[in-house]
């Protein structure tokens, strides 16, 4: 009988829960005893967790978890809750419980135990009273217990430490570092702290501290493991910034950025995705933003004119602190999912970033005066250059602020602007602060940039060069940030997308409106040097937007339409144009297009408006 019932659990085409009246608690719990390894553990545990009949089936799923589960059992557990997995909500909490139990018993494999950890720490995340126990449970690690457990946890400990700095915690991580199998991830994590109190720090002797004791410890990750790419780039980033601010700046620049450069481009093979389905990953860390920086960070210190001596030294410090929050928050951050898999949340590392703020308001109001500088709006540019330049700097070494409290060096360099063009240079920077305030909370764009990025592997040119690949990444990411954003804006917040709303016929904008917005959006975001526009004489044409960084070249073609039209249809009316100008270049690029359909207000998802096509020409 009872064994019926479990087939019946297993069974995948069943319309409606098993019914579990014919069999009492105790001999369901018998029967799970004996099934609860393997693949077939796993699915037995995601029936039991999801039934209703919470007192029978959440009593059999504990079962699996604290006795029958074996590693494999265990890690499939672990892979469906990080993947958006639900527990029947009345269950929730005892499972938590028993996931956390199944780590602290050390009579059990160290793999099963680490599974079980990892399951806790995704249901954590919606749980305060679990998230309390498993850091009471990370506070009171032992190090003689099994080392190779041991390295499991401390990768717990570090998301959690990413989370909510806490002393115990980061005590915890120095008690662990004498555990030979654990020392280089123990080591990883002490350093990734590290890194987050130096990019944080508001004086000069507290960054140089913070960055010395980061480099210190990514060194020795790197030492105990031969196998530790993301040590050795950032150590080498911390190397430079060390120097920087040690003032130390006689070296060759041009080294230190060529070695950023090979360890960033081997550590972003490391996190491309691959074509079986990311287990490991499912629950820490968004790896496609933590590639792009990487990718980005290589491709700004590489763009570097190293002739500058004092000035080129601060151009990659600002450039390495920037990108260095970008990768700290993606790598620190915790997916949760909903229960079709999809992207439900992402929790950050608590980070301040306010660096990085500033240096991209900088960045952009300095732009905004080298554009005006003709315009008669400023008296003085060259004295409004020099501020910046000399605000830019302070930020970068971490100096503290002469601006008035509550305020920031690029809002008192705005109120300094005469009134005529202040508006526009502050409209200017809100809109990069746009970017970049977009980019850290959208949950959406990191799981379908994965699988665009999975689809174009079917693409010979995108496999075959690397470096047209990574900056195809690097624009496809921004773009996928500019439709989300102007997805999510309405005209009164930001005047400039008003064109967007515009549905009278005889007002409906041109395609040259969205190329405006969008080029205004990418010179905004730190690819702004890899970038062109309207180049002629590509392919006999003329295109809307190129991309180009030496010898790679591709293009984004702009359309619109005020007609009901399918991706597929667009792709069926535009596509050959498109592919017409990749005769010459990589035969990858994007099609955007300006939908001006009267919806009633609303709109698809995201998610339903992009998409990868593939198409040959006749």
């Not at 702009?558 to 017409?580: C, F, H, P, S």
Request: some cysteine; hydrophobic content about 45%.
């Amino acid at each position: 009988m009872a064994e019926d019932v479990l087939r019946r659990l297993l069974a995948r085409d069943e319309a409606e829960p098993a019914d579990l009246s014919s069999v009492s608690p105790g001999q369901l719990r018998e029967a799970v005893r004996g099934s609860g390894r393997g693949v077939e553990g796993a699915d037995l545990f995601v029936a039991l967790a999801s039934h209703p009949d919470v007192g029978k089936a959440a009593a059999a799923a504990v079962e699996i978890v604290q006795e029958a589960g074996d590693v494999i059992a265990m890690a499939g557990i672990a892979a469906w809750l990080g993947h958006g997995g639900r527990l029947h909500r009345e269950a929730a909490g005892l499972l938590g419980r028993a996931f956390l139990e199944r780590a602290g018993d050390r009579a059990s494999d160290y793999g099963a135990r680490a599974q079980a950890l990892k399951a806790a720490m995704i249901l954590a995340q919606s749980d305060r009273a679990l998230l309390r126990r498993l850091q009471a449970e990370m506070i009171e690690l032992d190090p003689a217990d099994d080392g190779d457990f041991l390295r499991h946890a401390a990768n717990v400990t570090g998301a959690l430490l990413a989370r909510e700095p806490d002393p115990d915690l980061h005590a915890v991580l120095g008690k662990l570092l004498d555990v030979e199998e654990a020392e280089d991830e123990v080591a990883m994590e002490l350093g990734l702290d590290a890194l987050r109190a130096g990019l944080d720090a508001t004086t000069q002797d507290d960054a140089l501290r913070s960055f010395r004791e980061a480099r210190d410890w990514f060194g020795r990750s790197e030492a105990a493991s031969e196998e530790r790419p993301d040590a050795r780039l950032y150590r080498r980033c911390l190397d430079m910034l060390v120097a920087f601010q040690t003032g130390r700046t006689q070296s060759d620049l041009r080294v230190g950025i060529d070695g950023i450069k090979e360890a960033a481009f081997a550590y972003t093979a490391h996190l491309s995705p691959s074509d079986r389905p990311e287990e490991i990953s499912s629950w820490l860390g968004a790896r496609g933003r933590e590639r792009v920086h990487w990718s980005m960070l290589a491709l700004r210190l590489g763009a570097l004119d190293t002739s500058l001596g004092k000035r080129a030294w601060l151009n990659a410090a600002t450039v390495i602190q920037d990108e260095l929050v970008s990768v700290y928050s993606a790598s620190r951050s915790i997916m949760v999912r909903g229960g079709d898999g999809g992207l439900e949340a992402v929790l950050r590392p608590r980070i301040v970033g306010a660096l990085q703020r500033e240096l991209h308001s900088l960045d952009t109001l300095d732009q905004w005066i080298e554009e005006n500088s003709g315009s008669g709006l400023l008296p003085d540019v060259s004295g409004l250059r020099a501020r910046v330049a000399e605000a830019r700097e302070g930020v970068v070494a971490h100096r503290p602020t002469e601006a008035a409290p509550g305020s920031s060096p690029a809002a008192a360099i705005l109120e300094s602007i005469p009134e005529a063009g202040r508006a526009s240079a502050m409209a200017r920077v809100a809109g990069a602060m746009m970017t970049l305030v977009g980019e850290s909370t959208s949950a959406v764009v990191s799981d379908l940039y994965d699988d665009i990025i999975r689809d174009l592997g079917r693409n010979e040119h995108f496999r075959r060069y690397p470096e047209a690949r990574t900056l195809f990444e690097i624009a496809l990411w921004l773009t996928l940030q500019f439709v989300a954003q102007r997805s999510n804006v309405g005209s009164s917040t930001y005047r400039r997308a008003r064109y967007l709303f515009e549905r009278d016929p005889a007002k409906l904008p041109l395609e040259e409106t969205l190329q405006e917005d969008y080029l205004d959006f990418l010179w905004g975001s730190p690819s702004a040097g890899i970038l062109g526009a309207e180049a002629s004489d590509i392919a006999g044409g003329r295109v809307d937007v190129l991309f180009k960084h030496m010898r790679t070249t591709f293009v984004a073609e702009l359309k619109k339409t005020d007609r009901k039209l399918t991706n597929d249809q667009i792709v069926a009316k535009y596509g050959l144009q498109k592919v017409a100008y990749d005769v010459t270049n990589v035969s990858f690029g994007i099609l955007m297009m300006l939908d001006l359909y009267d919806l009633g207000g609303g709109q698809p998802d995201v998610a339903e408006r992009i998409s990868v096509h593939h198409v040959t020409p006749p």
